[in-house]
């Protein structure tokens, strides 16, 4: 089983559309968590990170589960410059400070 | 602006060759630095952890001998692929952590290699 889970999509959306992407870990002593954007050929980019709390940023929402071990991003009102892969990525923590990355969820926003 | 350099981008070189990648903090000391691979469509993959002034661990199934690692320096590492081969072709990432930043890593641009 993979540490980190993504469904690969791709998600295909209209504009202006609201997309939820998950992902489930498997490491339960898991720590910190993360979204992460990457553009095709490019470097990953922090999109934000993910707390059990809740968090949001403009149109991206980011939830956190503990118990059930999953993490959500939702963005809402998609934009054409949202087409990217995000990638879910965690950090056990456990004196790894290195971060474990899923594979991706690719988004394609169409006009 | 960058916070990570990594250097060169883009390598295009015949099978056997070896080519060596930098990777630079900018602006911070970074103790530690890692060092990733990603393969078309696929994750990005931890290959090793660099430390300043030891040797690097590395990550199952990576070959040590293979992926040569030099962090000499506080500011740099250096990845060397030996005699590379066509199999070889990834696209490899460097991070490194700045203590003082709320950032878990920065990346640099990464080096796309292509052996022929």
């Known amino acids: 089983r993979k540490e980190v889970e993504q469904d690969p999509g791709p998600f295909n959306v209209p504009e202006g559309a609201t997309v939820a992407f998950n992902c489930t870990y498997s490491n339960s002593a898991s720590q910190s968590f993360f979204w992460y954007r990457q553009d095709c050929r490019k470097e990953p980019k922090l999109l934000m990170s993910v707390y059990s709390s809740g968090n949001e940023d403009g149109r991206f929402t980011a939830q956190l589960n503990r118990a059930s071990q999953y993490i959500s991003l939702l963005i809402r009102d998609s934009k054409l410059s949202d087409s990217a892969t995000y990638l879910c990525?965690?950090?056990?923590?456990?004196?790894?400070?290195?971060?474990?990355f899923g594979s991706g969820t690719r988004l394609q926003v169409q006009p | 602006g960058a916070v990570v350099s990594q250097h060169p981008s883009r390598v295009i070189c015949k099978s056997g060759t070896s080519v060596k990648i930098e990777c630079r903090s900018l602006?911070?000391?970074?103790?530690?630095m890692f060092w990733y691979r990603q393969f078309p469509k696929q994750s990005l993959m931890l290959m090793a952890t660099s430390n300043e002034g030891s040797k690097a661990t590395y990550e199952q199934g990576v070959e040590k001998d293979k992926f040569l690692i030099n962090h000499a320096s506080l500011t740099l590492s250096t990845l060397t692929v030996t005699s590379a081969h066509p199999e070889d072709s990834s696209f490899y990432i460097c991070?490194?952590?700045?203590?003082?930043?709320?950032?878990?890593?920065?990346f640099g641009d990464g080096t796309r290699l292509s052996i022929l």
């Open positions: 602006d911070f000391q970074a103790t530690t």
């Open positions: 991070s490194a952590r700045d203590q003082s930043s709320n950032q878990p890593q920065h």
């Open positions: 990525v965690v950090n056990t923590g456990t004196g790894r400070r290195a971060l474990t």
